[in-house]
């Protein structure tokens, strides 16, 4: 978004690296190509900012640093305590506390914040890791926020009923189960598998509350970033489900086909009643706006199964469902990358790695491409696409 009271220069740090995330170095002018709107823009301005070449080359680093030139780099570490798994969050605070155990980059400054139904600011911005490694260790010692089970509750029903005999004889005379042939057959799984869709969408709309009371909150702290003059990154810890209880859709249409194939209604089309596509789009829009970059972590470990294993796994360990979180990966993950991609972060690995993703993460912070140009519409105070 151009600024009408700003010099109508519009401005961008690019980060550019290889399929395992590390920084390429040494690109030039020539190598960038900037549209927008689709059409080219010519490159007026560009910079390299590389701390091995500061450090390998100072003179010529300083020769071609632009005019009053100095980068700001904020790292908001954003921790979402009102809808992440508990084990999952100890992880990730346990690798976050040993990556905060070594100094900041340079020019780096941190801030450590916990939502948990209200923002707290745990640690303001600081380069100093001796104030932000015990602010960790704080969070650590808070209570996890009880998410409930209803999701687990749910699926354990629903297997249990699909794992039971589709078929019982029934007397009305009598009133009960009996085993004489002569009886008409009574299909009691039906019945208590169409009693599970209004279940599920309850569920699905409680998490859509949940996940937007998230979206909310975190749209309020980026606005809130928008006076702060620098490079700006999110490293947003949290689950948010694309579309609210899609697998437990998914699973009620796999345990009970045939019912699933009975109703005039597509349970799966349900599921697009509780999507966040909208509103995790608007607020990209506005971290875009704020030059705020998302780092997300996925709920997906490098070593777990794919979402499909872990459903089959499922199915056939009938009265012994998985985690309702590990079910919702795929959905948890869509959302994450389109946080992370159309900001210009990316998405990393909840795995024993973190700490080293972490450290790349901070190398990415100092090392950048600075583009300029001017914009054929500057101060319209519309939304322009930049690619």
Do not use: C
Not at 80 to 88: C, G, H, K
Not at 110 to 134: C, M, N, Y
Not at 318 to 343: C, H, K, T
Request: charged share 25%.
């Amino acid at each position: 978004r151009t600024d009408p009271d700003r010099v109508p220069l519009a401005r961008d740090a690019v980060v550019a690296t290889d399929k395992t995330g590390v920084p390429i170095r040494r690109l030039t002018r020539d190598d960038f190509q900037v549209f927008e709107d689709n059409v080219e823009m010519e490159i007026s301005h560009f910079f390299v900012s590389d701390p091995e070449l500061a450090q390998n080359d100072p003179v010529a680093y300083q020769e071609n640093l632009p005019e009053n030139f100095r980068q700001n780099l904020y790292l908001a570490l954003y921790f979402d305590d009102s809808n992440i798994d508990f084990e999952r969050r100890m992880s990730v605070l346990q690798h976050l506390r040993g990556f905060l155990e070594q100094p900041l980059p340079q020019n780096v400054q941190a801030l450590l914040v916990r939502f948990d139904g209200s923002i707290h600011v745990e640690q303001g911005f600081t380069d100093e890791t001796t104030k932000l490694v015990p602010a960790v260790e704080r969070v650590m010692a808070e209570p996890a926020v009880t998410m409930g089970d209803d999701g687990d509750a749910i699926l354990r029903r629903m297997q249990t009923v699909a794992a039971s005999p589709q078929h019982v004889l029934y007397s009305p005379s009598l009133g009960g189960p009996v085993t004489q042939p002569q009886y008409e057959p009574v299909d009691l799984q039906a019945a208590e598998s169409s009693a599970f869709l209004p279940q599920i969408r309850a569920y699905a709309q409680n998490q859509k509350v949940r996940n937007g009371a998230s979206l909310n909150a975190l749209e309020g702290f980026i606005g809130r970033m928008q006076a702060i003059r620098g490079r700006k990154v999110v490293l947003w810890v949290g689950d948010l489900e694309m579309r609210a209880g899609e697998n437990m859709f998914r699973t009620w249409q796999e345990l009970f086909p045939d019912l699933a194939r009975r109703q005039p209604i597509d349970p799966m089309m349900e599921s697009m009643q509780y999507d966040m596509s909208r509103d995790l789009r608007e607020l990209v829009d506005r971290a875009n706006s704020n030059r705020i970059s998302f780092y997300t972590l996925s709920s997906l470990a490098g070593s777990a199964p794919s979402s499909a294993a872990m459903n089959q796994r499922i199915l056939e360990t009938s009265g012994r469902p998985g985690q309702q979180g590990e079910r919702d990966i795929r959905s948890q993950d869509d959302a994450l990358m389109v946080m992370s991609d159309l900001s210009g972060g990316r998405m990393l690995s909840d795995n024993a790695k973190l700490g080293e993703q972490l450290a790349r993460v901070a190398e990415e912070l100092e090392t950048f491409y600075s583009l300029a140009y001017t914009p054929p519409s500057p101060g319209d105070g519309k939304q322009h696409s930049i690619k």
